[in-house]
């Protein structure tokens, strides 16, 4: 009968070959364990493929255990995998020096398999719920989307990755027209079934895995789009909108249409442009230009997308 496998990837970081086997023997009903003998392969390895939990020796070959977890905790990327520490020494001021550095645990050698495997367990558990929380933290609770901490974190990433490979990221303002007369017309309970359809179709319009979509103050959304020029930009902008239009949400209180319309601002940022960006300034320029475009868009009319200039650093 084939072994059901516990979904979780582990890193095993030690320089003895035989502590590695123990180890994965004991660890053998993890999904994934993977294994490093020195300090710089096992930031290579984490920083490749996060580990759900890392088993890191206090003494290594080239580096110090506690010189690989302060590089860990250095990386906001890697900074929250829990950090178990596993060592013969029974010296309790390395203990107390490893679980000040931020480790979760420590365990000493010889190892007890039955105490090696709850230990893990344990951390792997409080490692999911501390993820279900953070995850919670950055979601829209009525339109599922990621909220206004979820979009600053996305648009730093990408500003920086766009800088990096030079490409363009565009970044798209929605706001739906005459909102404030809608939800005084039909209620709050309305419109915020209104919100969650408008959400849904603009997720809908996003086509590929990169592209990202977020609510922020009320009734608008802010989209990120990687790789993609100006004209791109507003061509997803403008089928935001017509997903929009095409949910035939009844709105009596617009003075443009009698079904909820949207409109929105587009900006761009050139990432060949700007080599070296300050990511939460260039994205705080980046929102401003496309409220500027959002501005120009009801100004000429509403339900429809306007490009702006791309804003200078």
């Given at each position: 009968m084939k072994k059901t496998l516990i979904e979780a990837s582990l890193l095993l970081v030690d320089d003895d070959p035989t502590i590695i086997q123990v180890l994965s023997r004991i660890l053998s009903d993890y999904s994934s364990v993977r294994f490093a003998t020195t300090g710089a392969d096992a930031l290579q390895l984490a920083d490749e493929e996060r580990p759900d939990l890392i088993l890191l020796d206090a003494q290594l070959g080239d580096m110090s255990g506690l010189q690989v977890c302060e590089a860990l905790k250095a990386d906001l990327a890697l900074a929250d995998i829990p950090v178990i520490f596993v060592s013969s020494l029974q010296e309790s001021e390395l203990e107390v020096a490893v679980l000040e550095m931020g480790a979760v645990d420590f365990i000493r050698k010889p190892f007890n398999a039955s105490q090696v495997t709850a230990r893990v367990n344990m951390q792997l558990k409080l490692k999911r719920l501390a993820d279900d929380l953070r995850q919670l933290s950055r979601v829209d609770a009525l339109t599922a989307l990621p909220n206004e901490r979820a979009l600053d974190e996305q648009l730093a990433r990408e500003l920086l990755r766009g800088a990096e490979s030079k490409q363009s990221l565009s970044v798209v303002l929605v706001d739906i027209d005459f909102f404030k007369s809608f939800e005084a017309m039909y209620g709050r309970k309305v419109a915020?079934?209104?919100?969650a359809a408008v959400a849904e179709g603009v997720r809908r319009s996003l086509r590929r895995p990169g592209d990202f979509a977020a609510r922020v103050d009320g009734d608008q959304f802010v989209l990120v789009l990687p790789d993609?020029?100006?004209?791109?930009?507003?061509?997803v902008a403008n089928r935001v909108l017509e997903a929009v239009e095409a949910?035939?949400?009844a709105?009596?209180?617009s003075d443009i249409s009698r079904h909820v319309t949207c409109s929105a601002g587009v900006a761009l940022f050139d990432g060949a442009a700007h080599p070296e960006p300050e990511a939460e300034a260039s994205g705080e320029l980046l929102r401003r230009a496309a409220a500027e475009g959002l501005a120009q868009a009801k100004q000429a009319g509403h339900a429809q997308a306007c490009l702006i200039a791309t804003p200078a650093e």
């Open positions: 915020d079934a209104c919100l993609t020029p100006a004209d791109a930009g507003l061509h949910l035939d949400i709105h009596l209180g």
